[in-house]
């Protein structure tokens, strides 16, 4: 099996070849919270760049408790100009035969404290600050009633997508936002029908598949990303990650897309660089394969247990190490993200073999060993070279939005201190506009 080779999903859609650009926060909304000119823009680069699937970044079902200043927001009637600003970013994101495919997300307890002082989920477990900088709400624990409207919500954001020219969506369900936190016994700690067994705990994700595809018809795409672990003391595990596989392969699912994380461990970005003292449950495999693409290993061992297609994002960069990945049949798509943001035509250079690896930014983008823990956002930009990176990332996507070059050597605390002041900026716009914030 090649990266080239066409991939057919269980609801009949055919996928051009193995490549999943894999959702980025694009933070290019106004206050507003709707589509514009600048997401076009973004996913027309993208289009043209050669992946099968290009998965959105995280639009919100819900103002209140959105992932950051700029991300999308669907909730109730949509006005003609938000359908419109959708339907242009469809149409400019499906060219060259590409599929679309909206990322649907709630923040849950990893709604920024500069959004919005509380926040909910499935427990009123607080998500502690992040490197003494990062602040996060104080959430409430939902109710029935409130669980039963966020299902309405994701169910009507998917519709809303498939109206305005979505070729599919992608259930947000990994990395600490509200679908994982349902997931994780250690945030999640209800004792009603939505905690407790994993059943339960998958309630409310197997509910929202179900509902989408009552509404979206059986040749729609579905996608779900899921953790292969939070990687946490008391966390949702690389067992339960198999246990809620299962289940969801009873569904009428058609992607798997496999990460692992959250804001607390940051895996999703670079699980070799955990620390050994926050109760890794499973070692990473050390193969050369594995090492690049670090939760291989953990897919491979979900795999065995599904039918439907299981795409693996994190790490990959070299066409040997995906062809090795997709031979091995461990996984049959590869998931990209964060080459795209300077290369956004990787995926044609590598089918056409005029390239044969992705640029390791990650390997020239270091400020050197960092000081954790220190209060200063000086010492917490130098100590966290993961997170400059992903700052550094969202800027290259903003000139790649507004149709500029991308500056592969744009400076990193340059790039991590404009994305923090900025969003800091944006955040206080975003809070004055929607007064209802608490
Ligand atoms: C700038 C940036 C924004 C991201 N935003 C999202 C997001 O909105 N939703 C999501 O599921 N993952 C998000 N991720 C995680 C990526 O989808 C992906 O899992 C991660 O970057 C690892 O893949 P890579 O090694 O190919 O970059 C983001 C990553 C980056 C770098």
């Not at 966390?235 to 969801?248: A, R």
């Not at 290259?396 to 991308?406: F, G, S, T, Y």
């Amino acid at each position: 099996m090649q990266i080239s080779e066409k991939l057919y999903l269980p609801c009949g859609a055919i996928i051009k070849n193995r490549f999943l650009k894999s959702a980025m926060t694009e933070g290019l909304a106004s206050s507003n919270a709707a589509a514009n000119e600048r997401h076009a823009n973004l996913y027309e680069a993208w289009a043209k760049g050669g992946s099968g699937i290009s998965v959105t970044g995280n639009v919100q079902v819900d103002h209140r408790y959105i992932e950051r200043a700029g991300n999308v927001v669907i909730e109730g009637d949509q006005s003609n100009e938000q359908l419109a600003g959708l339907a242009n970013w469809s149409a400019k994101g499906t060219q060259n035969d590409t599929h679309l495919w909206m990322q649907i997300s709630h923040a849950g307890r990893q709604t920024p404290f500069t959004i919005n002082k509380s926040s909910v989920a499935p427990s009123a477990k607080q998500l502690e600050k992040l490197l003494g900088v990062l602040k996060f709400g104080k959430p409430k624990e939902l109710t029935h009633t409130e669980i039963l409207d966020i299902i309405e919500r994701f169910i009507h954001a998917a519709e809303i997508a498939k109206q305005t020219g979505f070729t599919g969506v992608q259930l947000h369900s990994a990395h600490g936002y509200l679908l994982s936190e349902f997931l994780s016994p250690d945030i999640n700690q209800r004792t009603d029908e939505w905690g407790g067994s994993i059943q339960n705990r998958s309630r409310l994700l197997i509910t929202i598949i179900e509902g989408i595809r009552a509404k979206v018809g059986s040749d729609f795409p579905i996608s779900i990303k899921l953790n292969s672990s939070d990687f946490q003391k008391g966390g949702f595990t690389h067992e339960e990650s198999i246990e809620v596989s299962k289940l969801l392969n009873e569904t009428s699912l058609d992607l798997l897309e496999i990460s692992g994380g959250t804001y607390e461990q940051f895996a999703a970005l670079d699980l070799q660089s955990l620390s050994p003292d926050k109760s890794r449950t499973i070692t990473p495999s050390r193969s050369t394969v594995a090492r690049e693409a670090y939760f291989l290993k953990y897919a491979d061992e979900i795999k065995k247990n599904i039918n439907m297609p299981l795409a693996v994002t994190g790490g990959f960069r070299t066409t040997q190490g995906m062809n090795e990945a997709l031979n091995s049949k461990a996984c049959d798509v590869i998931g990209l993200g964060r080459p795209l943001c300077t290369e956004p035509n990787i995926v044609n250079e590598l089918l056409t073999e005029s390239k044969s690896s992705a640029t390791l930014y990650e390997n020239m983008l270091q400020f050197g060993p960092g000081v954790f823990g220190l209060n200063s956002p000086i010492n917490f930009i130098k100590a966290n070279n993961k997170a400059s990176y992903v700052y550094w990332c969202y800027r290259q996507i903003l000139r790649l939005a507004d149709k500029k070059e991308v500056k592969p050597n744009m400076n990193l605390l340059g790039a991590a201190m404009s994305h923090m002041m900025g969003d800091a900026k944006a955040s206080k716009i975003y809070r004055n506009y929607w007064k209802d914030l608490d």
